[in-house]
């Protein structure tokens, strides 16, 4: 069981009508006639990075707008600084005005909007179509019923962008809703990009061409792998009605908010510049890492996103979660990302003619995150690792020759099962594989395998590692014996793979993640002290012995699951997957699973609950609502090296999906 597997119910289901897609820099036939987005918009909202916390504030956005021309992001292409929820006083003046926060932002809107001016930048507010606002604790005031008001406040502090929310509608309909606001804004004679936050609810996508010029396609995003993927797996299918000036809004970026890793971080960077979605940084970039500053601005894969053709990325196949994403640009190339949604390494491959383009004799590759230019004779491939994208644009034809030819270099690892992550215990000896491939049209030669691990491992080949030439088309393959020290403490290691050859000295490499483990102890453990070799979850990180909270870590409460509570266990929010290795000296799991109480009582939530011992689903519960009783969960884990305990969100969308694994623990041998 894989995280991509968990998630395939969660994708929303989506109505595809009739639509025009816009093709070229002018705006499609049915887009907002603001002139603006023609290509997706590019900027920053405080939102995943502060929530409504004091750190939004005047002194905040300023230096925002600061570091975006010190630290080269303007340059890069970033242009709107944007405010996002809790700006405001909870109540209007007695004009029916909106109030700027005087303690957040002392000198009020307007000054903060001349301040992100005077650096050569555009400035965006964020409103509600309704009542209120979404921030629940404080409720501030909505636009619904003072559009027209608003949108002249807000043209005359300067506002160049809107975000446009949905909370407290009263239940009248969106496309009505958001047109009296497009329309609001126009009569303002101010150009401002209108941002529809609709979250998909009522499919924006089949009415909001004319009204916006992007439009939330889901719910938000949080920071985590699982709810990328599952954003992803929606937004990618709406590609037909995307187009200059109209964009599909899978949500802003969450690259260096801490809760993925670097790989999951360029995985989102790549797919929404595949899928040409607005790239709006949603980290305080005031304390980015180098490596978070690098995803942000690299200058090849923004270009893809912002090509001026304006066409979002098809997905032209998805094999167990093996996707290729191609997405054609203006100057004839494509644009082809490779993504693994999964938990393995897998090489992922297409071909020229598959993305779309002319026969040739050779075609030139240039990976985008590697920032290396190679030639192929078609095939178009990678190494990919689990959660991670490989992103290339391919030209057909021209002076390929003169590149080195399109090496690979992975490591196959023996699996437990297919699809299972590299484990080993410590004092062990295991014989791994480096595969070496040439998809070039020319030989690689004089090339040389190297296999190298953590200090103290010992790294042997067992056959030569050298080639004086790889054909195109070949592999060569090369065994080698990996012995992991006796001691070792469990947790992850990286073996590293490479392969030096010519022309050009050239060189390509490749990490494996592989988890030092030890079985169970011989008795009863409970889960949530144990350690677990990795975990995903549907909100924040999973918890140990309290429910999940929020996207926080250690938020959470006492494990309740219908006014019971429970001292141990583990806290998730659907979708969830979590694995603990066993070495198959246990026999059974035993658990109680529901709806954790923490969520409000009259909210929705239904979750399933599954345990799956070396691939296989061994026990499951049918979906489980918010009211149900919790359910005892009993599973025969006999002779299993790997436990997997998922909750799926039960088949609709996650809302409220808090899941308890109470008191589940294992009995071993
Ligand atoms: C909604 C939106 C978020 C954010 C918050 C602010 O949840 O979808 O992007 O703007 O409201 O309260």
């Excluded at 126009?186 to 990009?193: H, Y």
């Excluded at 923490?598 to 939530?605: C, I, P, T, V």
Aim: charged share 15%; proline share 6%; glycine share 12%.
């Amino acid at each position: 069981m894989s995280i991509r597997r968990l998630l395939a119910g969660a994708a929303a289901v989506l109505t595809l009508g009739a639509c025009m897609v816009g093709l070229g820099t002018a705006p499609a036939a049915d887009a907002l006639d603001n002139g603006l987005a023609l290509t997706p918009q590019m900027g920053f909202d405080n939102w995943n990075a502060t929530q409504c916390t004091s750190t939004f504030n005047e002194a905040m956005i300023e230096s925002i707008a600061d570091l975006f021309v010190s630290s080269g992001l303007k340059a890069a292409g970033y242009e709107y600084v944007n405010l996002d929820d809790c700006w405001a006083l909870p109540a209007r003046d007695a004009n029916g005005n909106l109030v700027p926060d005087p303690v957040r932002f002392p000198d009020g809107i307007k000054a903060v909007a001349d301040y992100v001016h005077s650096k050569g930048l555009k400035f965006g507010l964020y409103s509600s179509a309704g009542t209120k606002t979404c921030n629940g604790q404080s409720g501030f005031p909505g636009s619904l019923g003072y559009e027209q008001q608003d949108a002249e406040q807000w043209a005359s502090w300067g506002v160049d962008y809107l975000k446009y929310d949905n909370c407290n509608n009263d239940g009248t309909s969106a496309e009505q809703r958001y047109t009296t606001m497009r329309d609001a804004l126009l009569a303002t004679g101010r150009p401002i990009l209108y941002s529809i936050c609709e979250w998909g609810e009522s499919q924006p996508w089949t009415w909001a061409g004319s009204v916006g010029n992007s439009w939330r396609t889901t719910l938000d995003v949080t920071d985590n792998y699982s709810s990328v993927l599952s954003i992803y797996q929606a937004n990618i299918q709406l590609g037909q009605y995307a187009g200059p000036g109209q964009w599909n809004d899978p949500d802003m970026l969450e690259i260096g908010n801490g809760g993925m890793t670097d790989i999951e971080y360029r995985s989102q960077f790549s797919l929404w510049s595949m899928m040409a979605a607005p790239l709006i940084i949603g980290s305080d970039i005031r304390t980015a890492t180098p490596a978070t500053m690098a995803i942000l601005s690299d200058s090849d894969v923004i270009a893809v996103d912002q090509d001026p053709l304006g066409v979002q990325g098809t997905q032209i196949s998805s094999v167990n979660g093996l996707d290729v994403i191609t997405k054609p640009l203006a100057n004839g190339d494509r644009a082809v990302a490779l993504f693994n949604e999964g938990d393995a390494a897998a090489t992922i491959s297409t071909t020229a003619s598959a993305v779309g383009l002319p026969k040739a004799a050779g075609y030139s590759i240039k990976d985008l995150w590697a920032g290396t230019s190679t030639e192929s004779a078609g095939r178009i491939s990678a190494v990919v690792p689990p959660h991670g994208t490989a992103m290339f644009t391919v030209h057909a034809g021209g002076s390929w020759q003169t590149l080195p030819p399109a090496v690979h270099t992975g490591i196959d690892y023996p699996a437990l099962y297919a699809g299972a992550p590299p484990l080993v215990e410590a004092g062990v000896t295991t014989t791994v594989t480096t595969v070496t491939g040439n998809d070039g049209a020319l030989p690689a030669s004089a090339g040389n395998v190297s296999l190298t691990g953590p200090a103290g491992w010992t790294v042997q080949a067992e056959s030569p590692t050298g080639f004086p030439a790889l054909p195109g088309g070949r592999q060569q393959s090369t065994p080698w014996s990996v012995t992991v020290p006796a001691g070792t403490p469990t947790g992850s290691y990286t073996l590293h793979a490479s392969t030096s050859y010519q022309p050009g000295s050239t060189t390509v490499g490749y990490d494996l993640t592989v988890y030092v483990v030890a079985g169970q102890p011989a008795g009863v453990s409970s889960l949530g002290d144990d350690q677990w070799i990795s975990s995903v979850n549907g909100s924040g990180p999973m918890e140990r012995n309290t429910s999940n909270g929020a996207a926080a870590a250690g938020d959470g409460k006492t494990i309740t699951l219908n006014g019971q509570t429970y001292a141990k266990g583990l806290g998730t929010y659907a979708p969830s997957a979590v694995r603990y290795y066993l070495g198959g000296g246990c026999s059974t799991l035993t658990a109680t699973v529901g709806l954790d109480d923490e969520r409000n009582s009259s909210s929705s939530g239904s979750v399933a609950f599954q345990v799956w011992a070396d691939g296989k689903l061994v026990t499951q519960t049918g979906v489980i609502k918010r009211g149900d009783p919790p359910q005892q969960l009993s599973a025969d884990v006999t002779g299993a090296s790997l436990l997997e305990l998922v909750v799926t969100d039960g088949g609709d969308s996650n809302i409220s999906d808090s899941a308890d694994w109470a008191g589940a623990q294992v009995t071993c041998a």
